[in-house]
């Protein structure tokens, strides 16, 4: 059925053009329309999970998901491939179809070796979920499942392995007042979670630092050795403990090690964004 669909223009949902946005996500709405055509122009050159999602708009949710497992099933890493014209995932393309259905982002999400595949930026720089805030082709209460979904596979699954609860509280009330909050009123979607991202890049890097701190002071204590025993009683160790730990930490050489560590860890960063 999908090499007889001659309408893209009839896949991106028609509501999204006519909706009360601000001039920038306007602007980038008909931007991407403009892409996604060019891409659906194309056939997406081969991109057969791409072309799936585009077009599984014209089926039953049970055909589009065996249509999608016959697929995976001979291709498997088909949904970490980039449709070069647009730079867009499989996941880019059914948050953007009128029929974003939360059964075939679960499908997807089991092949992909890890869950940042579900957050790359295409070529206007946005995520799966940026579309899928700006899609009013669903109702809100059905359309905030997916959102939610995707929030848990990629914001909140990096949020996991942060070692402060303090930081995982504070961006899950980041979600959901700055993201899930504002989708209702279509207002402020694009800034809100780019906000939310830069809070999660600024947690996770803060947390490298001071694991990295860690590690050199650990070394520094272990290299220092073991002179406890000078001490006579229990006081003048447990001082002399402290004053080791004290000075262990200042002459560990972090403040040399992080500013040669920290351009590696923006480039890796840089990587794994793309």
């Not at 867009?88 to 679960?106: E, G």
């Not at 959901?176 to 207002?187: D, H, P, S």
């Not at 999660?200 to 073991?226: A, I, N, P, V």
């Amino acid at each position: 059925p999908f090499g007889a669909c001659q309408r893209p223009q009839e896949l991106f949902c028609p509501e999204l053009l006519s909706h009360d946005f601000d001039n920038g996500d306007r602007q980038l709405v008909s931007k991407t329309v403009a892409s996604y055509h060019n891409a659906m122009t194309n056939r997406f050159r081969n991109c057969s999970v791409h072309d799936i999602c585009a077009e599984q708009t014209y089926l039953s949710a049970e055909m589009a998901l065996g249509e999608l497992k016959t697929v995976l099933a001979q291709l498997p890493n088909a949904v970490e491939r980039v449709d070069h014209s647009v730079g867009m995932t499989p996941f880019h393309i059914l948050a953007l179809s009128s029929k974003p259905r939360i059964c075939l982002f679960q499908e997807m999400q089991q092949f992909c070796s890890r869950n940042s595949i579900m957050e790359l930026e295409d070529k206007t720089g946005s995520r799966p979920i940026h579309y899928l805030c700006l899609n009013t082709s669903v109702p809100f209460a059905e359309r905030s499942i997916v959102i939610e979904y995707l929030a848990q596979m990629t914001i909140f699954a990096r949020a996991a392995e942060l070692g402060l609860k303090e930081w995982r509280l504070s961006l899950a009330t980041k979600v959901e007042e700055a993201v899930l909050q504002e989708v209702k009123t279509g207002q402020n979607i694009r800034e809100n979670i780019d906000e939310v991202y830069e809070i999660l890049e600024d947690y996770e890097l803060m947390e490298k630092l001071s694991l990295l701190e860690l590690k050199t002071w650990r070394w520094k204590l272990m290299s220092q050795g073991d002179s406890d025993a000078e001490a006579t009683n229990l006081d003048n160790r447990k001082k002399q403990k402290l004053d080791k730990r004290e000075t262990a930490r200042i002459n560990c050489g972090a403040g040399i090690i992080i500013p040669s560590v920290l351009p590696f860890l923006f480039e890796r960063t840089a990587e794994d964004d793309s």
